[in-house]
């Protein structure tokens, strides 16, 4: 079956260490997209990829940085610069840019806490 | 700017009652609207979208909303409440732009037997 997997789907980061997230999906979508979710904050996004080799920073995309260099993953680095590291963060995907009716498809996440 | 309201960060219902959860938001241009649900430590399943068709959408597991332009709205209810409901439900609008979502804060609903 299609869909998009993340790993690992917990993940421990000590001070002043970079990690990063995985996210590959298999559905051939153009667009992919980065959220972190914070308790009853709902999800916000981080950065998002509507085709291969380009990206575009969302609303909270300070302390983070992303690759687009296959079509199937988008992979999510969380650096030393993003104070506040710990929460959940979902990649999702959608066949194609620009057409707002398309649902996006998610992944089961990673979690993320400081040790 | 789209933004989402979602009154209410928990709900609990009895089993077999009526599920209602409220969404409310500003869009600058027509709306695409969509409910998600997401259980623990999962990521977000789709339950249904509104993307100016009819008005009143039915989704997966005997759920519906209603879109009401006038008042901004569109809630999701369930007849009736099940165990399985147990879960976080997300409202979501999308951007003009990009297919980018604005999501509310979500709701957790929990069913009491």
């Known amino acids: 079956d299609g869909g998009i997997t993340q790993s690992p789907k917990y993940l421990f980061r000590k001070e002043g260490q970079n990690v990063t997230l995985s996210c590959e999906q298999n559905?051939?979508?153009?667009?992919m997209y980065w959220y972190r979710q914070d308790p009853g904050q709902g999800l916000r996004l981080i950065y998002y990829?509507?085709?291969?080799?380009?990206?575009q920073k969302g609303d909270i995309a300070e302390g983070y940085s992303v690759s687009r260099e296959k079509k199937e993953s988008f992979p999510l680095t969380v650096t030393s610069a993003q104070k506040n590291p710990t929460a959940f963060y979902l990649c999702?995907?959608?066949?194609?840019?620009?057409?707002?009716?398309?649902?996006?498809?998610f992944g089961d996440g990673t979690r993320l806490s400081i040790l | 700017a789209q933004s989402v309201t979602q009154l209410g960060s928990h709900v609990s219902v009895s089993e077999g009652a009526l599920v209602l959860l409220r969404c409310n938001y500003s869009?600058?241009?027509?709306?695409?609207l969509f409910w998600y649900v997401q259980y623990p430590n999962q990521g977000l399943q789709l339950l249904l979208k509104?993307?100016?068709?009819?008005?009143l959408v039915k989704g997966i597991n005997g759920f519906e909303a209603e879109f009401k332009k006038s008042e901004t709205s569109f809630h999701l209810t369930k007849p009736s409440a099940h165990m399985s409901d147990a879960a976080e439900y997300f409202c979501?609008?999308?951007?003009?732009?990009?297919?980018?979502?604005?999501f509310g804060g979500g709701t957790r609903v929990l069913v009491k037997p």
């Open positions: 509104y993307t100016s068709a009819a008005t």
């Open positions: 979501a609008v999308s951007e003009a732009a990009g297919n980018k979502l604005t």
């Open positions: 990829s509507q085709i291969v080799n380009d990206f």
């Open positions: 869009s600058s241009v027509p709306p695409y």
């Open positions: 999702a995907s959608t066949p194609s840019q620009g057409m707002r009716n398309q649902p996006q498809h």
């Open positions: 559905l051939n979508h153009d667009a």
